[in-house]
């Protein structure tokens, strides 16, 4: 296939579908402390229970919940203070029929007891007696040695990025580091003639600085990956193909950010199809229509449009997704959303999916236009807002679901 074949273009769910390279990038050991968003290789077992004991959830007192119940205000229920547990220690007393014992929450439950009631439903009317003026379930105010995790049960799956609560969850069991994907390296090329570093001082006519390559790294180190901008091709003949090669061999992710015109989108197409096999050229998406879609050798290729909007549409759309799939992650983690009214009505086309750049004002959301070459249309949206294959627009004041920038 060549960029000729431009105009066959799929749809983003056949190419979300659809286009599933089987590369992952290997397997390292890190330390907890640097596992933070990591994709686990495997799933971690617990080797024994937690918490490991039973351990109270509030401050009161250890009972048996049998001389608990018809408990009232009216009629409370009176027991013995027998003793008192003391925090990171073995309790040294037992709870027997009509006593109690004095809990901190996270104390150990003593022998006997099968509930604490809580110290705000107690009162010590006279020295060792407790009075209880609610009634509490067996169970109740604590929780059991593995109820957290049992034995051999799972402490976190394989496959989906660590967060801050896995991560304590493995410090409880004792684990310390984990098994996890190494962080996709994503090889970041910028073609054209007229594209020059963005530290070049003064602009000749006609030229424009690297913009697209900077704005790709941000949303690269988002998504998890480690971004190596590869440098700018010319638009002479044979140039790109001979970067690929160079560059291919290095990277879990080769992303190339093609010129404008439908010679640069041939020329990218025929270098690509000369070191791979393209999957698809055209997606129906507005905006970033003209994206490619590759394997070269095992190593995932993607074909960004020029202009720089359209660019990070489509790597957000399609390229994050298959991002987080090199790394182990088969689903993307969902972004941040919010619930919002249409501001006016938006035009579509039936099997194209609309992704509109939205402002949200006191719970309102404004669309904002521009054309596909301002980045400016990003900087100052909100989030975006998909209007779905089907459909043929949406009307004003549509309650809509729009994606949020962090």
């Known amino acids: 296939m060549t960029g000729r074949e431009f105009f066959t273009a799929r749809t983003v769910a056949e190419a979300l579908a659809g286009f599933q390279p089987a590369y992952r990038t290997p ?4 330390a907890l402390a640097d596992a933070l968003h990591r994709v686990p290789a495997g799933e971690v077992r617990a080797l024994s229970p937690l918490p490991g004991f039973a351990r109270s959830t509030v401050d009161g007192f250890a009972v048996r919940a049998a001389d608990t119940y018809g408990a009232s205000d009216g009629l409370p229920s009176y027991l013995d203070l027998l003793g008192a547990v003391l925090m990171g220690a073995a309790p040294t007393v037992a709870v027997r029929p009509g006593g109690c014992v004095a809990m901190p929450t996270g104390g150990v439950l003593p022998e006997g007891a099968d509930a604490v009631v809580m110290v705000e439903f107690t009162a010590e009317t006279m020295p060792g007696t407790i009075e209880v003026t609610r009634p509490v379930a067996p169970g109740g105010g604590l929780v059991r040695a593995d109820e957290d995790v049992a034995a051999g049960g799972e402490l976190v799956p394989a496959g989906r990025p660590l967060r801050a609560p896995d991560l304590g969850l493995l410090a409880a069991a004792g684990v310390t580091t984990v098994e996890v994907h190494a962080r ?22 006609g030229q424009v600085r690297d913009a697209t390559a900077s704005a790709l790294a941000g949303l690269v180190i988002d998504a998890g990956g480690e971004p190596v901008i590869a440098g700018i091709v010319g638009d002479e003949p044979g140039a790109l193909k001979k970067r690929l090669s160079e560059v291919l061999p290095q990277a879990d992710l080769v992303v190339v950010s093609a010129g404008s015109s439908v010679g640069a989108r041939d020329e990218t197409a025929d270098a690509v199809a000369a070191v791979g096999e393209v999957w698809c050229h055209g997606l129906a998406i507005k905006p970033g229509k003209p994206t490619l879609l590759a394997e070269c050798g095992g190593t995932p290729l993607i074909g960004l449009p020029g202009n720089p909007l359209s660019a990070l549409v489509v790597f957000g759309q399609v390229g ?5 799939r090199i790394a182990g992650c088969e689903t993307a983690p969902p972004q941040p959303s919010r619930r919002a009214r249409l501001s006016r009505d938006l035009a579509s086309a039936a ?4 992704i509109v750049q939205v402002r949200i004002r006191e719970g309102v959301a404004e669309p904002l236009f521009g054309p596909s070459a301002l980045l400016s249309v990003l900087t100052r949206a909100d989030g975006y807002l998909v209007v779905p294959e089907p459909a043929t627009g949406l009307d004003a004041g549509t309650d809509v679901e729009v994606t949020l920038y962090r």
């Not at 994050?320 to 987080?324: F, I, S, T």
């Not at 099997?351 to 609309?354: E, I, S, Y």
Request: glycine residues 6%; proline residues 14%; without cysteine.
């Open 320 to 324: 994050v997704p298959l991002l987080w």
């Open 184 to 205: 996709p390296r994503v090889a970041i090329l910028s073609t054209g003639d007229e594209v020059v570093p963005p530290d070049t001082a003064e602009l000749a006519p």
């Open 351 to 354: 099997g194209r999916l609309d």
């Open 27 to 30: 397997v390292q050991t890190v």
